[in-house]
């Protein structure tokens, strides 16, 4: 499976959603915006699955944490900083 | 035993120790009668802001009968009944109440359970009711300091069973769960006797705290008085009760964008959308946007996650941990939780 699809089954469990309707949203969507609505709480679980699951961490290398602007930015950056 | 210990409840054994008879030698039909002295104690604890609970190493039925006797019923929570060791119980007192092993004291008759919680639970602090008595009015069990938040701890965990309960025979989705929560955030500038509240949120709080640095009494009073700080205070109610005070920000007014040099927030509302709500406010108010300071650790990474929600990102890096975040004037906020009712009250 993609980095891609993983990153998004991610986030599906993150925000409690059906994980067909995070598969079809555009790359470019806003992990903050409407559609996925994520929250604080939701976005810190995130990023410790993503830490858990590719051995990245989002945290720790992003100050700005940039990498959760969009679903694209943060599959992205994990293809980027995978080891 | 370490100095800095404090005590959160007390979970108490029952035959020998509540009471001085063993209680499935009864009728069946009613507990035997606990001791005065017991029950006090108890009470004395409890307006401390220290919960009681039991560990009693007897039938599990035994639990419907202590449930039906409002004198026991309304002092114990989280009671534990059955033939398992002590140790586990404690555990599971503490996993239920939300709190470390190392915030218990324990109090049995029988040296044999003393010393089997001290061998397999060595965070908790094991006493005899003898101790217990002798120690009543000395840390930790006596906490140094004394604020109406602390003091109000066992009615909060009434409250939030009742929440708790609410929450899981609720049929409709998350938010509308919170919506029927009816919460109001009642936000004012502090007062001087909200000094020792403060000081405890300020070294309590890690998850939502952005710096985890912590003012000294004086330096939080100087900042009271000064026209050049800005020291907001938050109160969170809802329909089960109160939170108590459970914000607060140590802000520096400036020409420019006003400076958060902390941020902090109970975790007892973290999922509430309450840090939202609570920043969303600070903006509005600074009227200039806003920067914080901000030192990651392993434990705030929600409250960063939060800050770049609202669009801030480093303008600014003091030192290789901390960081000013902000964000460019006009940057819209996010959404308000629409389940949320921030009041302005007078300070």
């Known amino acids: 499976m993609s980095t891609d699809a993983v990153v998004r089954e991610l986030i599906a469990e993150a925000i409690g959603q059906d994980e067909a309707v995070v598969a079809a949203l555009p790359g470019d969507t806003r992990l903050f915006g409407p559609e996925v609505g994520l929250s604080s709480l939701a976005g810190a679980r995130l990023l410790d699955s993503v830490r858990e699951r590719f051995g990245v961490d989002v945290a720790a290398e992003d100050l700005n944490l940039d990498a959760l602007e969009s679903i694209a930015s943060l599959s992205g950056f994990v293809d980027q900083h995978q080891r | ?347």
């Not at chain 2, 941020?263 to 920067?291: D, K, N, Q, T, Y």
């Open chain 2, 1 to 347: 035993m370490s100095s800095g210990r404090s005590v959160k409840c007390v979970v108490w054994d029952l035959d020998g120790t509540v009471w001085d008879e063993v209680a499935i030698e009864g009728d069946g039909q009613s507990l035997p009668t606990p001791r005065p002295d017991v029950l006090r104690a108890i009470d004395v604890l409890a307006e401390r802001g220290i919960l009681s609970s039991v560990a009693s190493r007897t039938d599990p039925s035994l639990l419907a009968l202590l449930k039906s006797t409002p004198e026991l019923a309304e002092r114990f929570v989280a009671p534990q009944l059955g033939w398992g060791d002590k140790s586990d119980s404690l555990r599971r007192i503490a996993a239920e109440l939300g709190i470390g092993l190392d915030t218990l004291a324990f109090v049995d008759d029988t040296a044999f359970e003393r010393a089997e919680v001290a061998a397999r639970a060595p965070e908790v602090l094991v006493l005899s009711p003898e101790e217990l008595a002798a120690r009543l009015d000395e840390p930790p069990l006596l906490p140094p300091v004394l604020t109406d938040d602390s003091r109000a701890r066992v009615r909060r965990y009434r409250e939030d069973s009742d929440r708790k309960a609410a929450a899981a025979s609720f049929g409709g989705s998350r938010e509308d769960f919170l919506r029927d929560c009816d919460m109001r955030l009642a936000v004012r500038e502090a007062r001087p006797s909200d000094l020792d509240r403060l000081l405890e949120l300020a070294t309590r709080t890690h998850r939502l705290n952005s710096t985890g640095e912590v003012p000294s009494a004086e330096e939080l009073r100087s900042m009271l008085a000064s026209p050049e700080w800005f020291v907001p205070v938050a109160r969170l109610t809802d329909r089960f009760g109160s939170y108590g005070m459970i914000g607060a920000a140590l802000v520096e007014r400036r020409d420019a964008a006003w400076r958060v040099h902390l941020l902090a927030l109970s975790c007892r509302v973290a999922g509430r959308g309450v840090a939202l709500a609570f920043l969303r406010w600070l903006m509005e108010r600074s009227g200039a946007g806003i920067e914080v300071l901000m030192r990651p650790t392993s434990a705030n990474l929600e409250l960063r996650v939060l800050f770049r929600q609202c669009g801030m990102r480093v303008v600014e890096q003091p030192a290789h941990d901390l960081a000013v975040l902000g964000a460019p004037a006009g940057t819209p906020p996010p959404d308000a939780p629409a389940w949320l009712t921030i009041v302005e009250e007078d300070s």
